[in-house]
């Protein structure tokens, strides 16, 4: 079984310019979730899929950050204009049903803003 | 205060050593609860995960959580080496997946 794809895996971008991650959630899997790690701490919610329609978004800062998950399946993470605070790792995980119980992660996309 | 509360180490232990990580939570709504590992540039790994209280083992690993006192731990035997990792709990509810710090963990040979 193929797990969650992430692409790519390392970004450097200059403050104020845009950026874009993309997941492949593991086949079949319903909810899928992007994360924020930074350094030392750990992830932090961002955003929840169910399907293709959003389940928690409480945390994403929507002044910036913006998600979509098309026709249920493939999801990408913008930010616009990124700040040097947006420096992390980029997690997406999905997981089979609603209960979050066995997610599967990504390898992370590592993002820094320079 | 945060919903999820983990040491975040590091803990240094020499091999063969018991390991006890533990975190505490707030939100009584929490309903399962799960351990993660991830190695460093890496993912985290789901390890294992609990719904009621007391004890779960799978190998090495037990997981035990007291929701009276609000509670997790995750005990490892014979600590190994490849062990070393920072260990994430995580908590759900609705599906909603909350993490704690992570602890750091190094085991020496």
């Known amino acids: 079984e193929a797990g969650v794809a992430q692409s790519p895996r390392y970004k450097i971008i200059e403050k104020r310019q845009s950026v874009a991650f993309w997941c492949n959630p593991i086949?079949?899997?319903?909810?899928l979730y992007w994360y924020q790690q930074i350094l030392g701490q750990g992830p932090k919610l961002l955003i929840q899929f169910q399907n293709n329609g959003v389940v928690d978004d409480s945390q994403l800062p929507k002044d910036r950050f913006s998600a979509e998950r098309l026709k249920g399946v493939d999801s990408t993470l913008k930010i616009q204009p990124a700040k040097l605070e947006d420096s992390a790792v980029y997690l997406c995980?999905?997981?089979?049903?609603?209960?979050?119980?066995?997610?599967?992660f990504g390898q992370g996309t590592r993002l820094t803003v320079v | 205060q945060k919903e999820v509360e983990q040491d975040p180490g590091p803990l240094s232990v020499p091999e063969g050593a018991i390991v006890s990580l533990n975190c505490t939570y707030s939100?009584?709504?929490?309903?399962?609860f799960m351990w993660y590992r991830q190695y460093s540039r890496k993912g985290p790994e789901l390890l294992m995960y609990?719904?009621?209280?007391g004890n779960k083992e799978d190998g090495r690993f037990t997981a035990q959580v007291d929701k009276s006192s609000k509670y997790i731990s995750l005990f490892i035997r014979d600590s190994q080496p490849s062990d070393s990792a920072t260990y994430l709990c995580a908590m759900s509810q609705g599906g909603k997946l909350i993490f704690g710090q992570g602890t750091e963990l190094s085991v020496k040979p």
């Open positions: 086949s079949g899997h319903a909810t």
């Open positions: 995980a999905s997981s089979l049903d609603w209960s979050g119980t066995e997610a599967f």
């Open positions: 939100n009584s709504a929490f309903q399962y």
């Open positions: 609990t719904y009621s209280s």
